[in-house]
C-alpha cells in the first residue's frame, strides 16, 4: 500500500532561497539591484542606454543581458556606451531565473557598482514567476503594445514595483487610451509608482533618473 | 513554456521527499495550481514524462488540483471570484481589492512505497 508524505512545499522555494541570496550579495556590496521587464520590441535596452547616458557621472551601473540565443547585440551596445555587461544565453529559456543571476553577479565587478539593471527575456509571462532577488521589479509598457496589456497579462503587473510607459511620443498616432491603462493598473497594483516617458526623445527622464538616483545613493 | 522549470522543482521536491521518507517508488503527487499561476497541465506533464524517467519518481501520476481566484474588496469586506476580466468590487465599485487566493503553487502532498527491510 502507498503511503501518504505530507510535503505542502511552495514548488518555487528553490528559486525563491536562491534570489535572497542574490539580494543578500547585492545589498552586502551597497548595490541597487532592477529586474527590467517588457515584451519583445518595448524598448528596453534603448531605455537602459538612454538611463545611462543621464545618471549622475558619478553612479557606476553594469548590465546582465538575458536573450535566448547566443547573440550579444544588446551587451555590445552597453559596453559601447562605457559600462560592464554580462550576456546570459538561456538557450531558448522564456526568462531568467535565480540561478543565472547568481552565475552573472560573480562575472560582474560587484566592489565598482553602483547598480545593476537585469534586461530580462523579452515576454509578460514566464518572467513575472521568477524572483531573481533584485529590490524592484521594473516593466516597460510601451505606447503600440496597446492599451489592454494589463487586462491581458495580470501577473506581471501585480508584482511591479515601477512601471515605465515608453514610446509616449507615438501617443498622437496610436489609440492608446491612457486612463483605460491606466485604470487595469491600478486594479491589480493600486499607487504604483509610473513614469511615463520616451527613450527615443528622452521626454519624461527626468523623473525616472531623480527616483533611481534616490534608490541608488539609499544604498 | 516555464513549466520546464517548475517540472524540475516538482521532480527535486518529489524525489528528495521520497529518500527522506525512504521510498522506494513515488506513486502519485498532488499539486495545487492557483487560476493565477499560468501554468499549462498538459505542459508540465509532458515534461514530466521525459525528466522523471530513471528518478524513484518515474512513472509517478501528478493530480492537478486547481484553486479558483477569490478577491476580497478592502473597502466593504465583499469576496468575489474573478471573472473573465479583472472588475471592481461588484458590491461597492471600490478599486482596492487584493487577491485572497489563487496564487499557490504547491507540493501538498506524495504517495509514495516504502523500501522492504
Given at each position: 500500500m502507498p503511503q501518504r508524505v505530507e510535503i505542502v512545499k511552495r514548488i518555487m522555494d528553490a528559486n525563491d532561497r536562491l534570489a535572497q541570496n542574490n539580494q543578500a550579495i547585492l545589498d552586502q556590496h551597497h548595490v541597487y539591484g532592477i529586474n527590467l521587464m517588457a515584451s519583445p520590441g518595448a524598448g528596453k535596452t534603448s531605455f537602459i542606454l538612454e538611463t545611462i547616458k543621464r545618471l549622475p557621472a558619478g553612479i557606476k551601473l553594469g548590465v546582465i543581458e538575458g536573450d535566448t540565443a547566443p547573440v550579444t547585440i544588446d551587451a555590445d551596445k552597453i559596453v559601447a556606451a562605457g559600462m560592464?555587461?554580462?550576456q546570459i544565453n538561456t538557450g531558448g529559456d522564456c526568462h531568467l531565473d535565480a540561478n543565472m543571476i547568481e552565475m552573472a553577479l560573480a562575472e560582474l565587478p560587484l566592489e565598482d557598482l553602483d547598480l545593476i539593471i537585469v534586461e530580462n527575456v523579452g515576454n509578460l509571462i514566464c518572467p513575472a514567476?521568477?524572483?531573481?532577488?533584485?529590490h524592484a521589479n521594473v516593466l516597460i509598457a510601451s505606447v503600440p503594445e496597446g492599451d489592454d496589456k494589463p487586462y491581458k497579462y495580470p501577473n506581471i503587473y501585480r508584482g511591479l514595483d515601477v512601471l515605465i510607459i515608453n514610446k509616449?511620443?507615438?501617443?498622437?498616432?496610436?489609440?492608446?487610451?491612457?486612463d483605460y491603462f491606466q485604470q487595469g493598473v491600478e486594479l491589480l497594483n493600486p499607487g504604483l509608482k509610473t513614469f511615463a516617458l520616451s527613450a527615443k526623445t528622452g521626454e519624461g527622464f527626468e523623473a525616472w533618473i531623480a527616483w533611481l538616483t534616490d534608490k541608488v545613493i539609499a544604498k | 513554456m516555464h513549466e520546464l522549470a517548475i517540472t524540475e522543482s516538482i521532480l527535486s521536491i518529489a524525489n528528495q521527499a521520497a529518500e527522506e521518507n525512504r521510498g522506494s517508488k513515488v506513486t502519485d503527487i498532488?499539486?495545487?495550481?492557483?487560476?493565477?499561476?499560468?501554468?499549462?497541465?498538459?505542459?508540465?506533464?509532458?515534461?514530466?514524462?521525459?525528466?522523471?524517467?530513471?528518478?524513484?519518481?518515474?512513472?509517478?501520476?501528478?493530480?492537478?488540483?486547481?484553486r479558483?481566484?477569490?478577491?476580497?474588496?478592502?473597502?466593504?469586506d465583499h469576496q468575489y471570484p474573478l471573472g473573465e476580466i479583472l472588475q471592481?468590487?461588484?458590491?461597492c465599485q471600490s478599486a482596492d481589492v487584493y487577491i485572497e487566493s489563487g496564487e499557490e503553487l504547491l507540493v501538498d502532498h506524495i504517495d509514495i512505497l516504502r523500501e522492504e527491510l
Open positions: 560592464p555587461a554580462v514567476a521568477f524572483q531573481l532577488g533584485t509616449i511620443d507615438l501617443a498622437p498616432y496610436i489609440d492608446f487610451r491612457m | 498532488y499539486l495545487v495550481i492557483g487560476q493565477l499561476s499560468s501554468i499549462v497541465d498538459d505542459s508540465v506533464q509532458f515534461y514530466w514524462d521525459h525528466i522523471s524517467l530513471g528518478t524513484v519518481s518515474e512513472g509517478a501520476k501528478l493530480h492537478f488540483e486547481r479558483p481566484a477569490i478577491l476580497r474588496c478592502k473597502t466593504c471592481r468590487c461588484p458590491k
